[in-house]
Nanobody, 115 residues
Framework: QVQLVESGGGLVQPGGSLRLSCAAS????????MGWYRQGPGKQRFLIAR???????TYVDSVKGRFTISRDNAKNTVVLQMNSLKPEDTAVYYC?????????WGQGTQVTVSS
């Protein structure tokens, strides 16, 4: 199973932007779909964005129009561009396959949106 490492989180003011990256230990070109998930304080982790190996994307309503997921199969990376961030976006963000592989969860990257 591929191992995944997320980076790019941090503290940002409301309305700001962040770019999260996910680096895979192996090839992702044969993986049908990759996703970004998040887990807010006291909440369950859930999928917020997904991209297939053909580039088809889906988003949860709460991030639609603000977040953009992309993947680079040659570099084995998945990126989440987050714009117009809101306090409710505060969470730990993870990438994984979709459906997720239990052994592929990384440490995640913390995103905090606060003034």
């Amino acid at each position: 199973q591929v191992q995944l490492v997320e980076s790019g989180g941090g503290l940002v003011q409301p309305g700001g932007s962040l770019r999260l990256s996910c680096a895979a230990s192996g090839s992702i070109s044969d993986i049908y779909a990759m996703g970004w998930y998040r887990q807010g304080p006291g909440k369950q982790r859930f999928l917020i964005a997904r991209i297939t190996n053909r580039g088809s994307t889906t988003y949860v309503d709460s991030v639609k129009g603000r977040f953009t997921i992309s993947r680079d199969n040659a570099k084995n990376t998945v990126v989440l561009q987050m714009n117009s961030l809101k306090p409710e976006d505060t969470a730990v963000y993870y990438c994984n396959t979709w459906p997720p592989q239990g052994d592929s969860w990384g440490q995640g990257t913390q995103v905090t949106v606060s003034s």
